[in-house]
Nanobody, 121 residues
Framework: QVQLMESGGGLVQAGGSLRLSCAAS????????MGWYRQAPGKQRAFVAS???????DYADSVKGRFTISRDNGKRTVYLQMDSLKPEDTAVYYC???????????????WGQGTQVNVYA
């Protein structure tokens, strides 16, 4: 089993930036794709971005051009750089292990505990 630990959330004004981190441990052999998801109050968990072992990326339309996903395989860590934040980006952000091409949160195999991001106008 893979253990995931997110960090980096916080409170930020609209237009600002945050950088989230997700550190992986445990049985990570064979984990190729990591993804970020978010869940806003009263809404279902939704795909944000994913990255393959070789650096291929996929983004939800709502964050494309503002968010950047990256990974450091040596540190077993995936990052989400969030720029030009909007109040509608307010959510709990989770990282998860998934197969390439999947955006469905139901297909995520392992979840972290989440980190809260609050963006105020």
């Amino acid at each position: 089993q893979v253990q995931l630990m997110e960090s980096g959330g916080g409170l930020v004004q609209a237009g600002g930036s945050l950088r989230l981190s997700c550190a992986a441990s445990g049985s990570i052999l064979g984990v190729n794709v990591m993804g970020w998801y978010r869940q806003a109050p009263g809404k279902q968990r939704a795909f944000v971005a994913s990255i393959s072992l070789y650096g291929n990326t996929d983004y939800a339309d709502s964050v494309k051009g503002r968010f950047t996903i990256s990974r450091d395989n040596g540190k077993r860590t995936v990052y989400l750089q969030m720029d030009s934040l909007k109040p509608e980006d307010t959510a709990v952000y989770y990282c998860g292990t998934v197969s390439w091409g999947s955006r469905n949160p139901d297909e995520v195999r392992d979840w972290g505990q989440g980190t809260q991001v609050n963006v105020y106008a």
